[in-house]
């Protein structure tokens, strides 16, 4: 059964805690990317990663970081520097370059207490 | 930045009526695509569009794109309880590397 998987579905963390999102996928996809949405709108692009062992800053990186040390995985982590972290954050992959459609996995929703 | 955005925000129409929806964009593009995303779920791709391409159809899909006013529809024809969901256009645009840029979307209820 091929696609893209996150965990948790759900997390909670206190202020001041980093966090790590998981993102697998098993579709031999160079690319990768992560997204927050905030309730009403679109997706913003947080980091993409074209190849393993590279990963370039999207629109609003600050924040996070990430690493892409397998072709399979694109962790994301949510540090305490992101000011505004509760959001749903969706993980993205693609076979390779522009145009190509972008394969999606269920979400993760992270709520700061 | 969004570069693409969505008209109407919201959209309520009845089993059997067709939902059309309109995304207007700043920059050219390689390519359009649409999105559709059910409540707290992921994102599900519908169709693109690239940008020497006029309409395209997929099922009861219908795409169009006019690159001359930097915009495009989504026409859902015969509507289904099941297509309630947010609709989201995502330009690509020139010299982006495949980096999409998603408008707030549109919302569409349907009801039986």
């Known amino acids: 059964d091929g696609g893209i998987t996150q965990s948790p579905k759900y997390l909670f963390r206190k202020e001041g805690q980093n966090v790590t999102l998981s993102c697998e996928q098993n579709l031999n996809h160079d690319a990768m990317y992560w997204y927050r949405q905030d309730p009403g709108q679109g997706l913003r692009l947080i980091y993409y990663s074209q190849i393993v062992n590279d990963f370039q800053k999207g629109d609003i990186a600050e924040g996070y970081s990430v690493s892409r040390e397998k072709k399979e995985s694109f962790p994301l982590t949510v540090t305490s520097a992101q000011k505004n972290p509760t959001a749903f954050y969706l993980c993205?992959?693609?076979?390779?370059?522009?145009?190509?459609?972008?394969?999606f996995g269920p979400g993760t929703r992270l709520t700061v207490l | 930045s969004q570069q693409g955005e969505e008209d109407p925000q919201a959209l309520s129409i009845q089993e059997g009526e067709n939902a059309t929806m309109n995304c207007s964009y700043k920059?050219?593009?390689?390519?359009l695509q649409w999105y559709r995303q059910n409540s707290g779920r992921g994102l599900v791709h519908l169709i693109l569009?690239?940008?020497?391409?006029r309409e395209k159809h997929s099922g009861r899909l219908r795409v169009t794109l006019d690159t001359s006013k930097k915009s495009s529809s989504l026409l859902i024809t015969a509507s289904r309880a099941a297509d309630t969901a947010s609709y989201f256009c995502?330009?690509?645009?020139?010299?982006?590397?495949?980096?999409?840029?998603f408008g707030a979307g549109t919302q569409v209820v349907v009801t039986p």
């Open positions: 993205a992959s693609s076979i390779s370059t522009s145009p190509d459609t972008q394969y």
């Open positions: 920059t050219s593009i390689n390519n």
């Open positions: 995502a330009t690509d645009a020139l010299g982006s590397w495949g980096k999409l840029q």
């Open positions: 569009i690239r940008s020497n391409e």
